[in-house]
C-alpha cells in the first residue's frame, strides 16, 4: 500500500531552537497533507492542513508562526517549530490522501515524530 | 458540525473473547466514518471506513462494524480477539463531500488483551 513517511522519528531540541519535520509520500502524490498533534495518552488534534503551492490552514488555536507549514511539491510537506518549548514537546503525525483516489480514498498516516524540547 | 464520542477509554479481554469498542458520532450531514489502530509510537493505520455503501463494513486482521444511523454508532467488533490486537483504537468522523479528508478522531479506546 501507499507509504507515507515521516523524518526524523525522534528529536530532541534545547528551548528556543527550531525543529523541522518532513512529510513525505513515498509512491503517490498528494496536493494535500494534514499535520495532527498528539499528547500521550490522547487522541489526535489536527493542527493544519497542507495544501500545495498554497498557504496552509491552520485550526483555531494553533499559532501559525510558532508551527510554520511549507508543501512546496506534491510529495512533501515540512512541519517547522519555530522557536520551541517544552510545552512544545508531542508526537506529530502527518497524513495524506493520493490525489486520485477520490474522495473515498485511504487517508494514509506517517509514522509519527516525537519531538522533545529540553 | 461533526464530533466522535468513544465509550470506555480502556477496554480489556481475555485472548479469544469478543471485541467491542463503541463509537457514537454527531453530524449535520451523512458521515463517513473510520476505525483506526495505532501500536506504540507508530502512525495510524486503517482498519476500516464507512462511506455511505453497505452499513456492515468488514476490515483488516478479522475486524468489522456496523453503521447503525438510528443510533448514530459505529461500533467496533471482533469475534475472537488475539494478543497482537492490543493496541490504541480510534474512530473517526469525516465530511462526505470535497476532498478534504479532515477527519476528526474520538479520544481513543485502549484495548488490552489477556492471555
Known amino acids: 500500500g501507499a507509504v507515507v513517511s515521516q523524518h526524523p522519528s525522534w528529536v530532541i531540541c534545547k528551548s528556543g531552537t527550531s525543529v523541522k519535520i518532513e512529510c513525505r509520500s513515498l509512491d503517490f502524490q498528494a496536493t494535500t497533507m494534514f499535520w495532527y498533534r498528539q499528547f500521550p495518552k490522547q487522541s489526535l488534534m489536527l ?62 498516516f506517517g509514522e509519527g515524530s516525537r519531538l522533545t524540547v529540553l | 458540525a461533526q464530533s466522535v464520542t468513544q465509550l470506555g ?8 473473547a469478543l471485541v467491542l469498542l463503541r463509537c457514537n458520532y454527531s453530524s449535520s450531514v451523512p458521515p463517513y466514518l473510520f476505525w483506526y489502530v495505532q501500536y506504540p509510537n507508530q502512525g495510524l493505520q486503517l482498519l476500516l471506513k464507512y462511506t455511505s455503501a453497505a452499513t456492515l463494513v468488514k476490515g483488516i486482521n478479522g475486524f468489522e ?14 469475534p475472537s480477539a488475539h494478543m497482537s490486537d492490543a493496541a490504541e483504537y480510534f474512530c473517526a468522523v469525516g465530511p462526505p463531500y470535497g476532498n478534504t479528508g479532515k477527519l476528526i478522531f474520538g479520544q481513543g479506546t485502549t484495548l488490552q488483551v489477556k492471555p
Open chain 1, 47 to 108: 493542527m493544519a492542513t497542507s495544501n500545495e503551492g498554497s498557504k496552509a490552514t491552520y485550526e483555531q488555536g494553533v499559532e501559525k508562526d510558532k508551527f510554520l507549514i511549507n508543501h512546496a511539491s506534491l510529495t512533501l510537506s515540512t512541519l517547522t517549530v519555530t522557536s520551541a518549548h517544552p510545552e512544545d514537546s508531542s508526537f506529530y503525525i502527518c497524513s495524506a490522501r493520493d490525489l486520485y483516489a477520490g474522495v473515498t480514498g485511504e487517508l494514509f
Open chain 2, 9 to 16: 477509554s480502556h477496554v480489556s479481554v481475555s485472548e479469544g
Open chain 2, 65 to 78: 462494524a456496523e453503521f447503525k444511523k438510528s443510533e448514530t454508532s459505529f461500533h467496533l467488533t471482533k
